[in-house]
C-alpha cells in the first residue's frame, strides 16, 4: 500500500512539472560582424534557429535576451541619433520614423499550425531607437507579416546591465501573435537581424542643406578578447520553456580569416 | 554601454594653490604627485596635517583621442576653480565607468567614477560621482567624492564634464 502511495505521489508529481520541465525547443545561435576588422565600425549579424524537440511546431516566443561582451562598443557611434515613437511607429509603419532612427533591420520567420499541415511566413523587421524607459536605452521592433497573417506588430527592447563576462544584454518582450481563430499564435522558428550601418543612411544639416552619411556603428576592440567574442542568447516560450544557446565570433586574422585563439 | 573617465590636470596657476579646488584640482594634484614622487611619498608618511576643503567644482571639455571598442580615451582643457588639463579613460555601457587623472601646475588628482547616462539622440546627459584616490604635489593628501555631470556628444565623441562637491586635502 505504502509503494502505491508513493508511485501514486510521485505520477502526482510529474504531473504537476510545468511544461519547462519537458523537453524545451533547441536554438541554433549564430553570430557574425560586417565587416570583421578589429578597431573598425561593423554591423552586427544576428542569427536563431529555434527547433522543436519532436520535429513539430515550437510553443511561442515571448521573451529573447541577447547578451554581448562588454568590448563591443554598442553604445559608442552614431547608431540611432533620432528616435521614434511607439505611438507613430504603430500608426504610420516604420518608413514615418527618422531616417536616424533605424538602427538594424531583419526578418522573422513563424510557423502556423493550420490543421494538419504547417505553413510558414516571414515578416520584415524594422529596429529603431526609441526614447528612453524607465532609465534605460530603449529600441522598438516594428514586424510586417503580409500572407497569411497580415499584421503589423511593434514591441520593445530594452539595453540591460548583464553579469560578466557580457557587457550588457538586450532584452526583447515578444507579443503573442494570433494567427487564425482557433488556431494556436504564430510560432517564431527562424530570426535573423542586423545591427549597424550596413544598408543605412543617415541625415544631417549642414549650412542649411540636408546632407546624408553613413552612421558609425558598433566599434570593435584593437584586440580580440581570448577566445574570441561570446553572445548568449537566452529564449523563453509560451508553455515556460526557457533554452540558452551560447556562441563565439572567432577572432579575425590578417587575410579575412577567423580563427579561435 | 559603460564609460569610464581619466583626467590628468596640470596646474596653470603659481605654486601656492587656492584652498578651494574643483574636480579639476583632484586632478592637478595626481599630476604634482606625478611630478614631484618623493614629495608625495615623504608627505604620506610624515606627520598628519591639517585637512583642509577643496571646492571641486569644475569644468571639462574633452576631445576624443582614440576609441577602442566600448573605451574612450579623451583629454582637453579643465575651467573653474583649478585650470588644467584633463585625461580620462570612459568604458561605455549601460553604465558609464572610468577613471581620471588632472594635471596643474600645483599638482595632480587621480580617481575613478561611475555615471547613468540619459537621454537618446545626439547628445546624452549622465550623472554619476566620482572618487577621489590619489594626488601629488600640493594634494598628495586629497580624498573625497564629488558629483559628476555631463553631456556626450555621439557624433563628435566629445564630453563635458562638471563636478561638483567639495574633497580634503
New interface residues.
Partial sequence: MHRYSGLLAALVLLAGLPSAAHAAPSVKLRVSFIPERLGQSTTLEFGAQISAPNEGVPPPLTELDVRYPASLGLTVGELGLATCSKRRLEALGAASCPADSHIGEGSATAEIPIGPSVIQETARVAILRAPEEEGHLALLFYATGESPVLAQITFPGLLLTAPPPYGARIHISVPLVPSIPDAPDVAVVRLHATLGPLGLTYYEHVRGRLVAFKPRGILLPRKCPRGGFAFSATLAFLDGAETTADTKVPCPVRGGNASLP | ??RSLRINIHDQRPTRAPRRLGGGAILLIAGVAMLHPAESLSAERGPAHAARSLDATTTAHLHLVR??????FEQGPISGALPGSMQAEL?????FTGSFTTHTRGGSIKGHGAA???????YQSFKGTLVVTSGTGRYAHVSGHAGLYGVFD??S?SVIVQTTGKLSY
Avoid at chain 2, 568604458?91 to 553604465?95: A, L, S, Y
Avoid at chain 2, 547613468?116 to 545626439?122: D, I, N, Y
Fill in positions: 554601454m559603460f576609441a577602442e571598442g566600448s573605451n574612450l568604458t561605455t555601457g549601460v553604465v547613468t547616462p540619459h537621454g537618446a539622440g545626439r555621439r557624433r565623441d
